[in-house]
């Protein structure tokens, strides 16, 4: 079994692991490797929204057609996952995480995508667009994968590790977080809205958590793909209205229950929660003590230990931990519920 921490980024804990020596996870877990060079990555989210539930309206298809052509420039994004979900508003937000595992090719693409993204031009009465980005240190993200298919910034890895130790009980996502050895990561300052014209910035907040926490049933059937539908995802869906609409009290800015698009627009079986928090701590407590991830947390343990490496639904999540410099939040013409508008908007405080 390995460490889930690679040795590169292993220092002496000033901060308490939650690993008990004798630990034995119940079923076998990854983490994405990476190259040690690799000392920093990226991952944007670009969103498009428009209201109601119908095709998308002619400003988000052009935007979303010059985000695929600026995609594909140098120094462009080396993975792309498209996403879209309703949101509490009745608008449709259309999300295109880019992930870069070098981030002098980030910087040199940010500022020419984001003139494409919330220029002038794409200010109309029909749709709002946003960029929600953040650039954090080898040291300040982790991922966790029940398989082999990898996702989101591990696509981008060397390779995933063997079985890690530090998963299966609370507090293994900070165990395995390298900043965490040395850091509490307390959060700083509430996030704030800076103004320019019609487009909001938001001041990042220090130690501001995300996570994207996926799952795919694409392989799953018979009783397996009923036992996902049918009693997992219901209480999912529960804890992700939950985060959505009572999150803020609990630390949670904002949540968003995603289903991943294939390339030709259509659903996937494949969806993940993707938030942002107060704090990895608030994170934690709520998947340690709200009844809906305490259910789906049994549920699952019970399943993968039950099944091991024959399970076909997949789990993998990435959280990150970001400092205040690793954070760019705009918004251009969105609603005040939108992302971290949701807590920086006056209106809403
Ligand atoms: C069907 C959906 C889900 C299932 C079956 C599930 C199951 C699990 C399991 C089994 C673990 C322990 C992993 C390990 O350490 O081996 C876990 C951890 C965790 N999950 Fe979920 N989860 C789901 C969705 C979510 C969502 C949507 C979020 C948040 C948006 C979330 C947040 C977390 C967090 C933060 C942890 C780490 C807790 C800690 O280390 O203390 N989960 N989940």
């Keep these: 079994m390995e460490s889930a921490i690679p040795r590169y980024l292993a220092s002496a804990r000033t901060q308490p692991a939650k690993l008990k020596p004798s630990w034995q996870p119940p079923y076998p877990s990854y983490v994405a490797r990476f190259q040690p060079q690799v000392s920093r990555v990226a991952m944007a989210y670009f969103g498009a929204q428009y209201p109601g539930e119908g095709r998308p309206p002619a400003p988000v298809r052009a935007a979303l057609a010059d985000l695929a052509a600026t995609c594909a420039l140098p120094d462009g994004p080396r993975h792309t996952d498209r996403a879209s979900y309703i949101d509490e508003n009745g608008y449709t937000t259309v999300v295109t995480i880019a992930y870069w595992d070098d981030t002098t090719h980030y910087d040199n693409w940010f500022t020419n995508a984001r003139e494409m993204w919330l220029g002038d031009q794409r200010a109309t009465s029909d749709a709002g667009f946003f960029i929600e980005a953040v650039r954090p240190s080898a040291t300040r993200f982790e991922t966790l994968f029940s398989n082999d ?3 989101g910034i591990a696509v981008l890895a060397d390779g995933l590790s063997g079985e890690v130790r530090e998963h299966g009980y609370w507090g ?3 165990d395995r977080l ?3 050895q040395t850091d509490p990561l307390a959060p700083g ?3 704030a809205l800076t103004t320019d014209g019609v487009r909001h910035r938001v001041r990042a907040q220090h130690n501001l958590c995300l996570i994207r926490s996926g799952q795919d049933w694409t392989d799953t059937d018979g009783d397996e793909r009923n036992r996902y539908l049918d009693d997992v995802e219901p209480v999912l869906h529960a804890g992700m209205e939950f985060l959505r609409d009572e999150g803020r009290a609990i630390g949670c800015y904002n949540n968003r229950y995603m289903r991943v698009l294939g390339d030709d627009g259509k659903p996937l079986d494949k969806s993940f929660g993707m938030s942002w928090w107060r ?3 608030a994170l934690d407590d709520w998947a340690r003590d709200h009844p809906t991830h305490k259910n789906i947390f049994g549920e699952a343990t019970r399943y993968l230990s039950a099944l091991g490496p ?3 639904l997949r789990l993998y999540h990435e959280v990150t931990v970001a400092a205040a ?7 251009l013409g969105c609603h005040p519920g939108t992302g971290l508008l949701k807590v920086a908007m006056p209106e809403n405080s």
Aim: glycine residues 4%.
């Design 149 to 151: 298919r990898r996702e």
């Design 172 to 174: 293994g996502s900070r």
């Design 178 to 180: 390298p900043q965490a």
């Design 189 to 191: 300052e509430p996030p």
């Design 279 to 281: 704090s990895m701590t």
């Design 310 to 312: 024959a399970a076909r």
């Design 325 to 331: 410099e690793e954070q760019h939040f705009e918004y």
